[in-house]
């Protein structure tokens, strides 16, 4: 299958299928998107796209930044927590933007996710940046174990993944599972070799196109183009780019 077709068929998949067990098949249609947004692993957008004919649909964006290095049960409550926003549009009252009110954390414990600011047990159950985790024996567990047993996976992830979710995962030390799939795909900027993780420098793209300068005297930063010549105005040295 072409890579589009199956990247975006499996998240319609996975759509349909949580849809139809957690959601009692409510929610209408949405575009699904890759969006690389930043320290997010996805958001909901409420009407954010229009075809030629007027009609309006909603994006749930999902970050492949995050596919390689976390676990598909991670990936399906990303999918989830943004489907219960994008319930909440439709069925429920949403709280004022980006803030996740009392009636989603409600729902999404009722679809066997707890809301958590801190993504474990013990944080907060409502506030702007809301994590989750699977309730043990609830709905979500169940749905996700009848999707995965039908040979579900996400096939196609992002070759530069998300830093800090390694890095964290490396200090928990519960990168055992990963180095497997990590050497087989040969993500770049990342070494496995026997098991154990590390990171090679200089890999990761330099999406702005920009260095970083900094005077060796005085500690000035300026950011350029690659390959900049240029002297300090406070003492006259010249800056040199950082590695």
């Not at 409600?106 to 600011?117: C, K, V």
Request: hydrophobic residues 35%; glycine residues 10%.
């Amino acid at each position: 299958m072409k890579p589009t077709l199956q990247a975006y068929d499996e998240l319609q998949r996975a759509y349909d299928h949580f849809n139809n067990e957690l959601f009692d098949g409510v929610l209408p249609d949405c575009l699904i998107t890759l969006q690389r947004e930043k320290q997010t692993y996805g958001y909901f957008s409420p009407e954010r796209f229009v075809n030629s004919q007027g009609t309006r649909t909603d994006e749930i964006a999902m970050n492949p930044a995050y596919f390689a290095v976390c676990p598909p049960e991670e990936i399906m409550q990303t999918l989830c927590h943004e489907m219960a926003h994008l319930w909440q549009h439709h069925f429920g009252k949403p709280g004022r933007r980006g803030y996740h009110n009392k009636e989603w954390a409600d729902f999404m414990e009722s679809i066997g996710l707890m809301p958590s600011s801190t993504g474990a047990p013990g944080g907060a159950r409502t506030g702007d940046k809301m994590a989750d985790y699977a309730i043990e024996g609830g709905r979500f567990l169940e749905a996700y174990e009848s999707l995965m047993t039908d040979d579900y996976r996400i096939s196609w992830m992002d070759r530069f993944p998300s830093r800090e979710k390694l890095m964290a995962a490396i200090a928990n030390g519960t990168t055992d599972e990963m180095a497997g799939d990590l050497s087989i795909m040969g993500l770049a900027g990342i070494s496995v070799e026997d098991g154990e993780i590390t990171f090679e420098p200089g890999e990761r793209p330099n999406k702005s196109n920009r260095e970083k300068y900094t005077c060796p005297l005085c500690q000035a930063n300026i950011w350029g183009k690659p390959g900049l010549n240029v002297l300090c105005g406070d003492c006259d040295t010249a800056f040199e780019a950082a590695n």
